[in-house]
């Protein structure tokens, strides 16, 4: 099968969605529920928090195999002539320079620099792409892919429910999948996606994931979800793998120093000031939304270094959160944006924005203001975990 095909390969009518503010269901529904899921809303989505223990699910994904629910994410399809152009004027990354086949991590911007999201984009074939953004931030990317669509000629589509996404992440995962598919797996790279049939299954076969581990991605037409999860979870009953819900999934995240929109990215953040400048790429022909003031904000960050994000590891036991201040010598010097129980370290650790002259791995005297008292806290760089090749 060609990849222009694939689109067609994995497509099937879209389904109507509910104008009535009630909360979205997967086509795993009742799957999650029939195995004793707690239930959570998630941006809009009735989405499986977790199925039991959240550390075994986070344990489970570190060491053997763990399967997710991600149909809440937004596929977005441009295709057209211009399609790479397109892509390439919204977006900040070079788009027209991603191999068929291959998929980049990039963001979209405001005019101001502020990022509206952080996105993975997938070249399917010469003129078609698929941007996968973040479901609480799915109307708003394609809000803007539609307006700045304008004078291009390519087509931006809402494909949001015409595909279901399955993810099975863990050093045990490629032999999972492997057990269900001829597909080429140990050529498939990392950042990088094949049309293939995963037990019997249509699918896009993408090695990408959130955990830290290596994994794989699965989207598929939303009514084959619940005969590929199943045949998953059988082909993984002797290797330990685990469903696992959002709880973990952000514990994981966490642990290798992943960004989470609306926490480490926000619109009052530009990708220079979250440390990720580097998906900017200004060598690109063209213009682009938000091009002058990223500009702007690069040769700030030069001359006089926003933030800095920075890893955290308590010294005692008590969990920060994010909002929590970060505080030095008696005044606060930063934010925590994201905290947890890391299963892994055995300790709570934290993201968290800090002044530069504190973001030196092993600064003294940092400490997270928990409630009135300030809790001590090692500086450490990102990530806090780094699986082992």
Known sequence: MGRNDLARHCLGRRPTVSSTGELRHTALDALHRSLGATMTDFAGWDMPLRYGSERDEHTAVRTKAGLFDLSHMGEITVTGPQAAALLDFALVGNIGGVKPGRARYTMICRADGGILDDLIVYRLGETEYMVVANASNAQVVLDALTERAAGFDAEVRDDRDAYALIAVQGPESSGILKSLTDADLDGLKYYAG?????????ALIARTGYTGEDGFELFVKPGHAVELWQALTRAGEGVGLVPCGLSCRDTLRLEAGMPLYGHELTTSLTPFDAGLGRVVKFEKEGDFVGREALREAAENAQHEPPRVLVGLIAEGRRVPRAGYAVVAGGKVIGEVTSGAPSPTLGKPIAMAYVDAMYSTPGT?????????SHEPYEVVALPFYKRQK
């Open 194 to 202: 094949l049309p293939g049939t995963v037990a019997g299954v249509p």
């Open 364 to 372: 003294a005297g940092v400490g997270v203001d928990i409630r009135g």
